[in-house]
């Protein structure tokens, strides 16, 4: 079956994913975890994505980017993990893929950017690996509601994009998952497909200049 070509929206806000081959961990310790975001941060500088917040997980990593131009999220995420992968091989003194294929994504309205971001910010949390979201020290949750954070990536103002307070925020991220917004998210990001309300998909088609609305995964049924 051939690759479904992913919607990318210059300006717009994406939800960016890619997880380790075969599943395979891709961090073992907070030395590996920084050195994928030292070479996270060059590459998305060098090609122009506005990273707005990131959680890396054991065998995964979740980001929402702005790109500057059609090619910049293919580009940062190529370079990025090109790079971590020959450090990550070399420690091991491994060869081979270290992460799958290729990363997955999908644009975002404003509302649905809040709930990517939240999504991606309590994953640690759904993964048992913190009790709050802020408490995992290798995502933005920290930085989001004002606390000390790692520095060695820059995270752009999310509250310029979407009408909400870092205090209210904090309740925000430490409230209940919402299970359908998980359900729409990972669905319409494996097949590169908007994520937002009926103007916001009228709007990107008009802007495209096709229909991008996503077919439900899997095989049509037979008749």
Not at 97 to 120: E, P, T
Not at 174 to 194: A, F, H, Q, Y
Request: aromatic residues 12%.
């Amino acid at each position: 079956m051939p690759r479904i070509a992913r919607i990318v929206a210059v300006g717009y806000p994406h939800h960016v994913t890619q997880r380790g081959n075969y599943g395979q961990t891709v961090f073992l310790d907070d030395g590996d975890r920084e050195k994928y975001l030292m070479w996270m941060q060059e590459y998305s500088n060098k090609f122009g994505t506005s990273l707005l917040g990131y959680s890396l997980m054991t065998n995964h990593v979740h980001f929402i980017g702005i790109p500057d131009r059609e090619d910049s999220l293919a580009k940062t995420f190529s370079a990025a993990h090109m790079r971590y992968s020959q450090y990550f091989n070399k420690k091991m003194g491994a060869n081979g893929h270290l992460w799958q294929g290729r990363f997955y994504s999908c644009v975002l309205d404003d509302n649905h950017l809040m709930a990517a971001a939240k999504y991606i910010e309590r994953n640690p949390v759904r993964a048992k690996l913190v009790e709050k979201p802020w408490g995992w020290k290798w995502s933005s949750a920290s930085i989001h509601i004002g606390r000390e954070c790692n520095r060695i990536i820059e995270v752009k103002d999310l509250f310029g994009i979407i009408d909400i307070k870092k205090e209210e925020w904090k309740i925000y991220i430490d409230s209940e998952d919402n299970e359908e917004d998980i359900k729409e998210i990972k669905r319409l990001t494996m097949v590169g497909r908007p994520l937002g309300e009926e103007q916001f998909i009228k709007d990107l088609e008009q802007k495209f200049g096709r229909r991008i609305i996503a077919l439900p995964i899997g095989r049509p049924k037979k008749e």
